[in-house]
């Protein structure tokens, strides 16, 4: 059972909006930090946000202003608002614990084109 589910991605145009979900199958409060990271084809994962037990929120700077990542600790469940989509946001979007994680979910696909 995998312990992260992402969902809601899909194809945007640029300028566009899109919500990312990411569902834990663990109390996502057992986490001290989850984050959202994405990848393209022959790199690595991407820092894009992390957000803490507390609640204290960090971005990349490619991002910031424009994502949004907050939880809700009831639905163990951690989500990533998207606007202001620029083609560059192409990439599979996954949530982990830590960037150096060795297990990753399927992710999600955001595609943003014209």
């Known amino acids: 059972q995998a312990q992260f589910v992402e969902s809601g991605g899909g194809l945007v145009q640029p300028g566009g909006s899109l919500r990312l979900s990411c569902a834990a199958s663990?109390?996502?409060?057992?986490?001290?930090?989850l984050g959202w990271y994405r990848q393209v084809p022959g790199k690595q994962h991407e820092f894009i946000a992390t957000?803490?037990?507390?609640?204290?929120?960090d971005y990349a700077d490619s991002v910031r202003g424009r994502f949004t990542i907050s939880r809700d600790n009831a639905k163990n469940t951690v989500l990533l608002q998207m606007n202001s989509l620029k083609p560059e946001d192409t990439a599979v979007y996954y949530c982990?614990?830590?960037?150096?994680?060795?297990?990753w979910g399927q992710g999600t696909q955001v595609t943003v084109s014209s």
């Open positions: 982990n614990y830590w960037i150096g994680a060795t297990s």
């Open positions: 663990r109390n996502i409060l057992s986490y001290y930090l």
């Open positions: 957000i803490t037990s507390d609640g204290a929120t």
